[in-house]
């Protein structure tokens, strides 16, 4: 979860209310959401929630506790991560989207800052959640249990953007990542899972 620390650390650097200027000292482009971007939240959520039920169907009790070592996740750790994640994403748009857009913000950042990449070196989750655990999976569910939570809130992100008609652009998660973004966000860290999942299915010890 560096990449997600990273972001936070970024955004902060990026806004600072003694550098901010008035419209009159700085002319501000309102972003605009538009159908392409539409198309591409829903290409890749699509995308990935059909991967990641493709990659968990029909896997045995072995096959879902499986661990590489002591010290990685077993697939049912990662997608019970997953889901906590989704949970979270879930609630920072949901807040983002009832409070008022701002049109007018002149610290928008650019969408590149938030397209993660698909493997990433391993790293410890608790690194952008110190000094809290929230997102570190306990594997007291099932696995096939902790897809129908992920699958349903993907769900639920997919039947919402088929049909939003207002500015997602302007509505933002504490002056940072506007609601389009934070979805980019949520399909990167399902790739970056979707590619630890099949890492442990490569494993030579991996149950056949």
């Not at 990685?72 to 609630?91: D, G």
């Not at 769900?155 to 609601?179: A, D, M, Q, W």
Request: aromatic residues 10%.
């Amino acid at each position: 979860m560096k990449s997600i620390l990273l972001i936070i650390t970024l955004i902060v650097g990026f806004y600072s209310p003694t550098q901010a200027q008035t419209t009159s000292e700085k002319t501000v482009l309102v972003p605009v959401w538009t159908e392409a971007d539409r198309k591409f939240l829903l290409d890749n959520l699509t995308r990935t929630k059909e991967e990641l039920i493709s990659e968990t169907k029909n896997l045995t009790k072995q096959q879902w506790n499986f661990k590489e070592s002591p010290d990685r996740w077993s697939i049912n750790q990662i997608v019970e991560h997953l889901a906590l994640w989704e949970l979270i994403f879930t609630r920072e748009n949901s807040v983002a989207l009832q409070n008022e857009g701002i049109p007018g913000f002149a610290h928008y950042l650019p969408d590149s800052l938030f397209l993660q990449p698909k493997e990433m070196k391993p790293n410890n989750a608790l690194d952008a959640t110190k000094p809290f655990s929230f997102a570190m999976p306990l594997g007291n569910n099932e696995g096939k249990n902790n897809v129908t939570w992920l699958i349903t809130m993907h769900n639920e992100s997919i039947e919402y953007l088929k049909t939003e008609t207002k500015n997602i652009r302007v509505h933002y998660i504490c002056f940072g990542p506007n609601v389009h973004q934070n979805f980019m966000m949520v399909f990167g860290h399902t790739d970056r899972h979707l590619h630890q999942i099949r890492k442990v299915k490569a494993h030579p010890k991996y149950p056949k």
